[in-house]
T-cell receptor, first 113, second 119 residues
C-alpha cells in the first residue's frame, strides 16, 4: 500500500472557523492532490501540487487554499469554513506521466455546522 | 459537457455472474489514460485497472477487464465471477495529456456506479 496518511480523519467544526487538513506521503511522489467527494458528484479536484511550493487550482478551489513546504506534506486550509464545505476530503499522490495511477489517502470526513 | 459519463447509478448482479459497468468519455486529446477505481463502504479508493489510449489490447487485471472501444469513446469495466466483496461504488476516471506535462496530471472522475452483488 502507498504510504499516504491524512489527519484528522474526522472533524466537526463551526461555520466561520479556520480548518487545516494535512496529507503526508512517504512515497516521494512529485504530484499531490486534494479532492472532495459529495453524493452525486463523484470526486472533484480542489487544488494540486507539482512540487514544493508549486500549486495550482482545480475545479472547485473557491474557499480553499493549499501549501506545500516539503515534498511529503500537502496542507488544505479552509480559511472560514461554510456548511457547503461539509464533505469527505481525499488526498492523492502520483508520479509524473499519463500511465501512473493516483494513490489515495483514507479520507477526512469534515462536518461544518 | 461531462468528460466522464457513467449512466448506471446503481446495478445488481448475482454472485458468480459477470457484470459490465459503463463508462463513456469525451476528449479531443489523442493521448489519454482511463482508470477505474473501487470504493467499498469503508470509504477508501482502490485502483483497479488502467487503459492507455494507444494500447491495442484491452487491459486485464485478474477478474477485471476493460472493454475499450476507442471509436465509441467507451471504457467499460467488466467484472467476471462477481463476489460479495465486489459490492461497492465504482468510478471511471480519465487523465488527458492537455492537463498533464508541466500541469497537473489530474484525473477527471465520473459520478460512479453503485454495484450490489446478490448472494
Amino acid at each position: 500500500d502507498a504510504g499516504i496518511t491524512q489527519s484528522p480523519r474526522h472533524k466537526v467544526t463551526e461555520t466561520g472557523t479556520p480548518v487545516t487538513l494535512r496529507c503526508h506521503q512517504t512515497e516521494n511522489h512529485r504530484y499531490m492532490y486534494w479532492y472532495r467527494q459529495d453524493p452525486g458528484h463523484g470526486l472533484r479536484l480542489i487544488h494540486y501540487s507539482y512540487g514544493v511550493k508549486d500549486t495550482d487550482k482545480g475545479e472547485v478551489s473557491d474557499g480553499y487554499s493549499v501549501s506545500r513546504s516539503k515534498t511529503e506534506d500537502f496542507l488544505l486550509t479552509l480559511e472560514s469554513a461554510t456548511s457547503s464545505q461539509t464533505s469527505v476530503y481525499f488526498c492523492a499522490i502520483s508520479e509524473s506521466g499519463l500511465v501512473y495511477e493516483q494513490f489515495f489517502g483514507p479520507g477526512t470526513r469534515l462536518t461544518v455546522l | 459537457a461531462q468528460k466522464i459519463t457513467q449512466t448506471q447509478p446503481g446495478m445488481f448482479v448475482q454472485e458468480k455472474e459477470a457484470v459490465t459497468l459503463d463508462c463513456t468519455y469525451d476528449t479531443s486529446d489523442q493521448s489519454y489514460g482511463l482508470f477505474w477505481y473501487k470504493q467499498p463502504s469503508s470509504g477508501e479508493m482502490i485502483f483497479l485497472i488502467y487503459q492507455g489510449s494507444y494500447d491495442e489490447q484491452n487491459a486485464t487485471e485478474g477478474r477485471y477487464s476493460l472493454n475499450f472501444q476507442k471509436a465509441r469513446k467507451s471504457a467499460n469495466l467488466v467484472i467476471s465471477a462477481s463476489q460479495l466483496g465486489d459490492s461497492a461504488m465504482y468510478f471511471c476516471a480519465m487523465r488527458e495529456a492537455a492537463y498533464s506535462g508541466a500541469g497537473s496530471y489530474q484525473l477527471t472522475f465520473g459520478k460512479g456506479t453503485k454495484l450490489s452483488v446478490i448472494p
